[in-house]
């Protein structure tokens, strides 16, 4: 893999007519994808183009209980499914005409774990709806054993020796295998002002295959909804605060869930905001979103917001395919959206009650706040608790300051928010206001799922996620169709908390009308 002279290539870019999409680089100055491959040299040079091109029909858009089929018939192995995902990383990342640099670090034990996973199937493999053996691939956010997390900043370059975040742990527990990280919006994209989404320090930019440096990948978990477009794993995870998991997967048309604060933990997890923060599912349909979530679960005695459930009450037996009987909210303003509008009639013929609504205008005074103030004491916890003790960075300044001494390379882009963060003088006490005020507008704007008794609100992509964050609604976005562009765009599921099981059933009888995601054409 030669590193790549991007020079024409820039200049090209500085056309584009979105400013955020004129990039100062596309390429990673830290990252050595020869050395991220080197682990897996001698296997892959004995897995041919042949037997990559064999495995296609097997593996690629094949939702979990198909992989599981396969592997039960015999004509698929949990090493063979990894080596095909780690053959077709390469082969993608390797063409400087369609890398989309979204890996960041791979998982060099994971042959040796798939293979494990192989030799003890018939005593760990539960069910075709078990994520055991299945390759999956982790926002660089998120805590592991045997990789660094390092939130794409340079600052934790150094961040190896963790321990798996709670649901990394819960994840191997239940068989599933750790491919490795991907890219993300530095930070979480709490970092820079008005840069590129999906650009870090550590992984480069991270680039859309429906539209390589023509679409924006959506932030932050860009990394997480690029590599389940392309099929470089199973299925990924990202996290949100506002919109990070419900944007990339619009923008690259996977399904995402938002799940109920606490419902997944977050220790382990790099923070912004203990409030709003929540890990969650992004994959290639329902199906799989429902059995990466349950893999997941757990209370867990570190995080605040952590709550037990009863897996059966909690998502019900509801094995409904229809949207027939549903009372669905639909938001008035968007009914100008063409796709918005065919894709509610299409709903509405089914048989389900479309209710239209006009939400009042709320006030959204004191957001930046919430998260200047969470992570200016959220992050020094992270570092203390968390972090590898060798890592130098013990505060957002010291963040700061570190990036300064090295700007060009550490922050192209700027650092305006994380300076904003250590302007603002708001006390602990005006955020537990800001905090209260914020929910209660966001369920005001939201207040028709409780008076009309709706089983969901309809969005279109991330334009209402600030709004069921600061209520702390779970969200749940699918594939809706295709742009004149070819952009994707997704119809996105708004429901009280704790109804993920409601959610999960309305949008799996959504997916199953309308069947529209497609496979980016030069990654397929």
């Known amino acids: 893999m030669i590193k790549y002279d991007e020079t024409a290539e820039l200049a090209a870019q500085q056309t584009h007519e979105s400013n955020r999409m004129k990039f100062k680089l ?3 100055k830290y990252l050595d994808m020869n050395e991220v491959f080197k682990p897996f040299t001698d296997d892959l040079a004995s897995f041919s183009e042949e037997n990559y091109q ?8 094949k ?5 599981q089929k396969s592997v039960k018939a015999g004509t698929l192995t949990y090493e063979k499914l990894t080596l095909f995902y780690l053959y077709r990383i390469r082969k993608f990342e390797s063409d400087s005409a369609k890398s989309l640099n979204a890996i960041i670090s791979l998982n060099a034990d994971v042959l040796k774990e798939a293979r494990e996973r192989d030799k003890n199937r018939k005593s760990g493999f539960l069910s075709e709806m078990s994520i055991y053996g299945m390759p999956i691939l982790l926002k660089d956010n998120i805590n592991t054993k045997d990789m660094s997390t390092t939130a794409g900043a340079m600052a934790l370059a150094e961040n190896k020796n963790t321990e798996d975040a709670f649901i990394v742990q819960k994840l191997r527990e239940n068989g599933a295998l750790i491919l490795g990280k991907v890219n993300l919006s530095e930070w979480a994209y709490f970092f820079c002002s008005g840069c590129p989404l999906g650009y870090s320090a550590i992984g480069g930019q991270t680039l859309n295959p429906y539209g390589r440096k023509v679409f924006e990948t959506g932030g932050s978990s860009a990394g997480s909804g690029v590599v ?3 099929n470089y794993a199973v299925a990924a995870i990202g996290t949100e605060t506002s919109g990070s998991i419900t944007s990339p997967s619009s923008l690259n048309s996977v399904v995402g869930l938002k799940p109920t604060i606490g419902l997944l933990s977050r220790s382990g997890i790099i923070p912004i905001s203990s409030t709003l923060d929540t890990p969650g599912p992004m994959t290639k349909n329902v199906t799989d979103t429902f059995i990466l979530l349950n893999a997941m679960l757990g209370k867990d005695n570190k995080d605040i917001s952590s709550f037990e459930i009863d897996k059966e009450n909690y998502f019900g037996n509801d094995q409904e395919t229809t949207l027939k009987g549903k009372k669905i909210g639909v938001l008035s303003s968007l009914l100008k959206d063409s796709i918005y509008k065919l894709t509610i009639d299409e709903i509405r013929k089914t048989g389900a009650e479309i209710i239209e609504i006009n939400p009042p205008e709320i006030s959204f005074d004191g957001f930046i706040s919430l998260l200047n103030i969470d992570m200016k004491y959220d992050l020094p916890k992270y570092l203390y608790t968390n972090a590898d003790k060798s890592v130098s960075v013990k505060s957002v300044k010291d963040v700061v300051d570190f990036n300064l001494k090295d700007s060009l390379i550490r922050s192209p882009y700027g650092q305006q928010l994380f300076e904003g963060i ?3 003088s708001t006390t602990i006490v005006e955020l537990e206001v800001i905090k209260y005020k914020l929910a209660s507008e966001g369920k005001k704007y939201l207040q028709a799922l ?3 008794n709706l089983d969901a609100i309809l969005s279109i992509n991330n334009y209402h996620s600030g709004i069921a964050a600061v209520a702390k609604y779970p969200t749940l976005t699918i594939p809706m169709g295709y742009k004149k562009s070819g952009e994707p765009i997704n119809l996105t599921f708004i429901g009280l908390p704790k109804t993920e099981g ?3 059933i309305v949008g799996y009888a959504f997916e199953q009308l309308t069947k529209v995601r497609k496979m980016p054409k030069n990654y397929q």
Do not use: M, R
């Open 450 to 452: 409780v008076t009309e």
């Open 502 to 504: 409601k959610l999960l």
């Open 422 to 424: 250590l302007k603002d």
């Open 54 to 61: 064999e495995l296609k029909p097997l593996i690629l858009e």
């Open 26 to 28: 596309i390429q990673s």
């Open 63 to 67: 939702n979990i209980p198909s992989l």
């Open 228 to 230: 389940v477009a392309a």
